[in-house]
């Protein structure tokens, strides 16, 4: 099956810095989601993107699916982004179901 | 809001008790989902319906089971819970085309 890794594994971070998560994946797909898993295990949708770029404020994606990649840029960042961010992937085959990546830890300190 | 929910937030049951947890949606999307998450692990499917078609993925232990009565309601039941089974269960909707909603999510305890 499709693979979806994430990179980095972990990332502490000072409030205001900026930082980008990457995803890459193995095969084709469809679409591709970002969401950030608060710390009570909510996952919010960030970002469906397909392709191209998207900006949501703070937040920014790019996916690059013909090389099979998706950025995710956090600028300033604040305590409250602190969690687990998971790239998922519809795999091409048809139908959308969600492949999750191996996520991104993130902690950000005061 | 149109939104997810899903009851109860935290579930406690007994060593081979049977449970199950609730999802709605307001969202009026086609598609539910259940998925599997365990403590720092990525969400794994258990199944979906599209519409009122069952799809149980291959490794969903056979101690897992799901209904779908109508659009709005999805239940997911766990005929004899074990030690294994603890873990956050996250239901989630979406339409032909269209991204994923999730809910909140229930975590399960089994004690």
């Known amino acids: 099956g499709i693979q979806v890794e994430q990179s980095p594994p972990d990332l502490i971070l000072q409030e205001g810095a900026n930082s980008t998560l990457r995803c890459n994946f193995s095969d084709s797909v469809n679409n591709l989601q970002w969401f950030h898993q608060n710390p009570w295990g909510q996952l919010i949708n960030l970002f469906y993107i397909p392709s191209g770029t998207k900006q949501n404020g703070r937040l920014s994606a790019t996916t690059v699916a013909t090389e099979r990649y998706s950025l995710l840029y956090i600028s300033s960042s604040q305590t409250t982004d602190s969690g687990v961010y998971f790239c998922?992937?519809?795999?091409?085959?048809?139908?959308?179901?969600?492949?999750f990546g191996t996520g991104t830890r993130l902690l950000v300190s005061p | 809001d149109a939104m997810v929910i899903q009851n109860p937030r935290y579930q406690v049951t007994q060593f081979g008790k049977p449970v199950t947890l609730s999802c709605s949606q307001t969202l009026n999307h086609n598609v539910m989902y259940w998925y599997q998450q365990k403590s720092s692990q990525a969400p794994k499917l258990l199944f979906h319906y599209y519409d009122k078609d069952f799809n149980n993925e291959a490794d969903t232990p056979d101690n897992f089971q799901s209904r779908r009565p109508n659009t709005s309601f999805c239940f997911l039941d766990i005929r004899s819970p074990g030690l294994g089974d603890a873990a956050m269960y996250l239901c989630?909707?979406?339409?032909?085309?269209?991204?994923?909603?999730f809910g909140s999510g229930t975590r399960l305890t089994v004690v």
């Open positions: 998922a992937v519809e795999r091409d085959t048809g139908f959308q179901k969600l492949v």
């Open positions: 989630a909707t979406s339409r032909d085309m269209g991204g994923y909603t």
